[in-house]
């Protein structure tokens, strides 16, 4: 067992991308159904692959219009750029109630994508956790690092790959002291 002392500082850094009606199809329906809510439970990064799974809830109405543009594979949910990625996208619907649904994601070929966590471990490196929630026209991401380094060109990557109708918000830099404290069950009890 490690010795307190022997345990390194990870790094917490927060920030939201916030989306304007008509600047994406996922987060349309966010704005529509102003009680649709998705939060990930996981997100496993490497150097040109991602596996999620997210947890939805919101009315019916909102669930079955979220299956029909967000299980699409022929777009990818997590672009943030212009042109899209050339990856392929595979979903699995893990568990499905009429006010909820959870998801399985596997996309490959992130390499050729812009996306929060390609971007984000292409700069860090691996040891990267994630947690995101999408809620109104905002997507909200929180990213523990085990890296001590500046932000700042990180940032302005992601800041340089955002398409029309999307903004970058930074939050909160710091320690991850108070994770514990922050967290909350993704999945419904």
């Not at 022997?6 to 159904?33: C, R």
């Not at 939805?56 to 990818?76: M, N």
């Not at 050729?112 to 905002?138: K, L, M, Q, W």
Request: proline share 4%; net charge negative; charged share 25%.
């Amino acid at each position: 067992m490690a010795s307190q002392s022997s345990v390194f500082a990870v790094k917490e850094f927060e920030f939201n991308i916030q989306f304007t009606v008509g600047a994406d199809p996922v987060m349309d329906l966010f704005h529509e159904y102003p009680t649709l809510r998705l939060r990930n439970a996981t997100c496993t990064v490497t150097e040109n692959a991602m596996w999620r799974i997210d947890h939805v809830d919101g009315p019916t109405d909102a669930i079955t219009a979220f299956d029909a543009v967000f299980l699409d594979e022929e777009r990818c949910n997590e672009c943030l750029d212009e042109h899209c990625c050339s990856g392929t996208r595979e979903y699995a619907v893990l568990d499905r109630r009429p006010a909820a649904s959870t998801v399985y994601t596997y996309h490959a070929q992130t390499d050729r994508c812009c996306t929060v966590p390609a971007v984000v471990t292409d700069y860090i490196g691996a040891g990267v956790v994630f947690e995101s929630e999408r809620s109104g026209g905002t997507y909200r991401w929180r990213v523990l690092s085990p890296v001590e380094t500046s932000l700042d060109p990180l940032f302005d990557r992601l800041e340089s790959t955002l398409r029309t109708g999307l903004q970058l918000d930074i939050g909160h830099l710091g320690s991850a002291d108070l994770w514990r404290n922050k967290t909350q069950s993704v999945f419904p009890h």
